[in-house]
Structure formats: structure tokens, C-alpha cells
């Protein structure tokens, strides 16, 4: 068992900059794990999610398939994307607490230790990436960590929190930054041992750090304000029919962006809205768009333009079914979809490998009396 732990975390590193590794490794994994069991397929609400999700995609591409007559390749890449994690969930159920404990602790702990490279990487090439391929990618994994750390038992909280919350600062991921904001609030306000006056006082002093970070980053800091300052509708519109994104920050460059795709989206005839253009066909290097040049930093554009209505209105249903799997711990959609928001974390590996590891070890720490869970 001790073997197969260190090669799951070895996997997780790995994902972080070679994931295709991972559509064979974890249908491998899963393989095993049901050997193991003289090939019985475990089932549990985890498993099932995911099982219900890769039928529900699969199904849509079928759709997809008899609209347009033609399936690009890279769709079947991303179909094997969701088996991996569908393999995953199978591969977690044979985890044990010590087990557990292990993964979390020694993924803490590395990132932990990391912590003087991400303040020297970021004074070298101004933000913390790691082995990842983008900062942003990086900073979803930390607020998952950071929500392990805060929410559950672990020795020496604070510090790992403190590191754990300066690396994320050093990603300079406006996304990431939010939602650990947000974490921090939503812990402070689960303390039963606290006054209301001493909650209101601790929140005040996360907003006034908060602000203060903020002014600490005065490049990043500036973007942002002049995004909010310069939000004009008529002027996004005009530039998303126009298709120039440029000159204007990151916060109207995103609308801009995200409007001119879905404009372009809804041009399609009725079946082709309702089904989608195809997965994975706004990842990069499958652009289905000329002006495109990067991916669209949200997860609900791109729901909603691969999957279309159907697959967008499925993925809700989705939530609801995994707010079910936590036993309505509502801290696990804030850490799905918030980033959703800002970032591309579907296709984020490391994120999903953290994220369906945080949601197999709920599950279980709930269906058992061996795992201590601080509850949210």
C-alpha cells in the first residue's frame, strides 16, 4: 500500500506538466484497486458521480455526432480526460485513513517546504509557477490545500496555513486570492467559541490585509482597478463585435473576450446551441475560433460552448449531486465554482486530482468513526 501512495503522489507532481501520462496511469490504478477485490467494481455516491458524468458527456458527444456528422479528435481526448477521473474515484475507494493521512500530509508538507523557492521565483519571473503550466493552474491546487488545512485536522495548522496562504500570494492569481479570502472568512465565521464581536473584529482584519496585499501588488493591484474603473458595456460590446480585446486590463479583457466567443457561439443553428460545438474544442491548440489566442478563463463559456445548453444545465445538476457526496458542505462548491469563474480548472489535473482526493476522503471520513473531520 505504501508503494502505491507514493506513486499516487508521484502522479500528482507529474500531472502538474506531463498529465497525458495520467490517461493511462490512473485506468492502470483502477484496474489494479478492482483486481485487488477479485474483480468486483466498487460503487459508492463518489463513484457514481463520475460514472454520471462521463455517461452524460459521452452521451452528448453522440449527440454532437449525429448533428454535425463528424467528431474532431481531440473530442475523444477529452471524453478519455473524464474516464481518468471516473478511474480515480475508483482507485481512492481503496484508501484507508493512514492512507490519507499520508497523501495530505506529505503534499502539505512538500509545498510547505517549497514555499523560499515560490518568494525567489517570484522576484526572478515575477510569479510563482512551479512545474505547472501556468500560475493560475498552481493557485487552485493551494487553495485546495489551504482549504485542507484550515477544515480538517492537521498538526501545526497555522504554519502550514501561513505558507501554504504566501505561496498563494506569490501566484498573484486574482481568482485565487479571492477564494483563499473567502475561505478565511467562511473558517472564522465556523468558530463556535467566538464571540460575534470577535468574529467581526478578525474579519476586519483579514479585509484590511487583505487590502493590504492588494497595495503591496501595485501592478496587479493597478490591472485590476483599472479593469473595475473602465467596465463599460457599450464599449465591451462594441469591442467583442470588433473582436479587440487589448488596452483595457485584464477584467474587460476578459468579458470582452468571453462575450465575442459566445456571439460567435450563438450564431449556430438551434441543435448545434443545445448540443455544443465539442469537448475540448476551446482548450488550446483545438480553437475552433480565429481570433482566439488563449484559452477563455472561465469554465462556464466553456461548458457551455463544448457542451452546449444541455451539457451547461447538466454540469448544475452535477453540483447538486455532489453537494449530496459531502453531505451539503457547501465550502466544496466554493472551491469549484468560484474558480470555475476565473480560471480553466476542469482541464486542471492537479486541481481534480486534489479535488476528487478532498471529496473521497469527506465521504469516507463521514461514512466512518476512524477519520477526525472538522466540519465546516
Known amino acids: 500500500m505504501l508503494s502505491a501512495r507514493l506513486v499516487f503522489i508521484l502522479l500528482f507532481f507529474i500531472a502538474g506538466s506531463l498529465h497525458q501520462l495520467l490517461y493511462v496511469a490512473f485506468p492502470l490504478l483502477a484496474f489494479l484497486s478492482i483486481y485487488e477485490r477479485g474483480f468486483e467494481v466498487p460503487q459508492n455516491p463518489l463513484t457514481k458521480l463520475y460514472l454520471g458524468l462521463l455517461m452524460a ?5 453522440l449527440l454532437q455526432y449525429i448533428v454535425n456528422g463528424i467528431l474532431p479528435d481531440y473530442t475523444f481526448k477529452g471524453i478519455l480526460r473524464y474516464f481518468s477521473y471516473f478511474c480515480l474515484s475508483i482507485f481512492l475507494t481503496s484508501f484507508t485513513p493512514s492512507s490519507w493521512s499520508f497523501f495530505f500530509n506529505t503534499i502539505v508538507k512538500i509545498f510547505a517546504l517549497l514555499t523560499p523557492y515560490a518568494l525567489v521565483e517570484v522576484m526572478l519571473h515575477d510569479r510563482y509557477v512551479f512545474i ?7 493557485a487552485y491546487v493551494l487553495v485546495l490545500l489551504l482549504f485542507f488545512i484550515l477544515f480538517y ?3 501545526n495548522k497555522w504554519v502550514y496555513a501561513l505558507a501554504i496562504s504566501l505561496s498563494l500570494l506569490c501566484t498573484k492569481s486574482s481568482g485565487g486570492l479571492v477564494t483563499m479570502l473567502l475561505l478565511y472568512i467562511c473558517y472564522f465565521l465556523s468558530l ?12 476586519s482584519l483579514i479585509i484590511s490585509a487583505a487590502v493590504g496585499i492588494l497595495f503591496a501588488m501595485p501592478t496587479r493591484a493597478g490591472e485590476q482597478f483599472q479593469s473595475l474603473l473602465a467596465i463599460d458595456w457599450q464599449l465591451i460590446w462594441e469591442r467583442a463585435q470588433s473582436q479587440k480585446f487589448g488596452s483595457y486590463g485584464s477584467g474587460v479583457w476578459r468579458m470582452t473576450y468571453w462575450l465575442a466567443i459566445l456571439n460567435e457561439f450563438f450564431t449556430n443553428n438551434f441543435a448545434v446551441i443545445i448540443t455544443g460545438l465539442g ?4 482548450t488550446l491548440g483545438n480553437y475552433v475560433y480565429g481570433f482566439m489566442t488563449r484559452d477563455p478563463h472561465n469554465d462556464y463559456v466553456k461548458l457551455l460552448v463544448e457542451l452546449g445548453i444541455l451539457g451547461f444545465l447538466y454540469f448544475f445538476y452535477f453540483a447538486y449531486r455532489l453537494l449530496k457526496v459531502s453531505r451539503f458542505n457547501y465550502l466544496y462548491l466554493l472551491v469549484l465554482l468560484l474558480p470555475m469563474y476565473f480560471g480553466n480548472i476542469l482541464v486542471n489535473f492537479p486541481f481534480n ?5 478532498l471529496l473521497s476522503y469527506q465521504y469516507q471520513s463521514l461514512t466512518t468513526t476512524t477519520v477526525t473531520l472538522r466540519h465546516a
Open 57 to 61: 458527456i459521452c452521451t452528448i458527444t
Open 132 to 138: 505547472f503550466h501556468h500560475a493560475n493552474n498552481l
Open 153 to 155: 485536522e492537521i498538526k
Open 192 to 203: 463556535k467559541n467566538l464571540t460575534l464581536v470577535n468574529k467581526l473584529a478578525i474579519l
Open 279 to 282: 469537448l475540448d474544442s476551446l
Open 353 to 357: 486530482i486534489l479535488f476528487i482526493s
